[in-house]
């Protein structure tokens, strides 16, 4: 039902995802939303943003396992890739649900808000740890992460209204070789398609 949950809200936002509809997609049965998540909607909705937080945080860790070269441009290549695949496949119909959330119930929910808070903060923390570990000075590296990841949910969202993945070229081929001149000499990359 979280799974569910999220992914309706990647397509629909918070507001027009229902909770009779999470159950049919879940093929879950009526009663277990209320065994499993007493406090309604609300409740469910803050699961499934925590889940996405944690599954952006997998991204990065598994990704900065696979890079070669070990450079942040690399990194920030393999997180655009994959929402190029993402978006390709959905065709451009679904987005970000750490966005959907922020955009529709952030500013009626003190607590979806907190959850949006958590879910972030968990992708970021990860982020400037890979970033150290690319080289980033340990002083930028939280900046640089937010940076990226601010940068990476605005392409995700310009990419689904224009319906290409021109934004995530941009966003690797502009963004990419600042991430490595941060890192210094020794983790220096080469931007997409050079």
Request: proline content about 6%; charged content about 25%.
């Amino acid at each position: 039902m979280v799974r569910s949950a999220a992914q309706l809200m990647r397509r629909k936002g918070v507001s027009a995802t229902g909770m009779r509809e999470i159950v049919v997609d879940a093929d879950a049965p009526r009663g277990s939303l209320q065994h499993y998540f007493p406090g309604g909607k609300e409740e469910l909705v803050g699961e499934a943003l925590r889940w996405m937080g944690a599954v952006a945080a997998r991204r990065v860790r598994r990704h900065v396992e696979r890079l070669d070269p070990k450079t942040p441009s690399a990194l920030l290549t393999a997180l655009v890739d994959d929402w190029r695949v993402d978006l390709t496949r959905e065709g451009f119909t679904a987005g970000c649900p750490l966005v959907a959330a922020a955009a529709d119930a952030a500013s009626t929910s003190e607590h979806i808000r907190g959850v949006l808070v958590e879910a972030f903060d968990g992708w970021q923390v990860p982020m400037t740890n890979a970033l150290v570990e690319l080289g980033v000075p340990a002083e930028r590296a939280p900046a640089l992460a937010m940076v990226v990841i601010s940068a990476l949910e605005g392409a995700i969202v310009i990419a689904r209204i224009r319906g290409d993945l021109a934004p995530l070229d941009a966003l690797a081929d502009e963004l990419g070789p600042v991430l490595d001149a941060s890192a210094g000499p020794r983790r220096r990359g080469t931007p997409r398609g050079s």
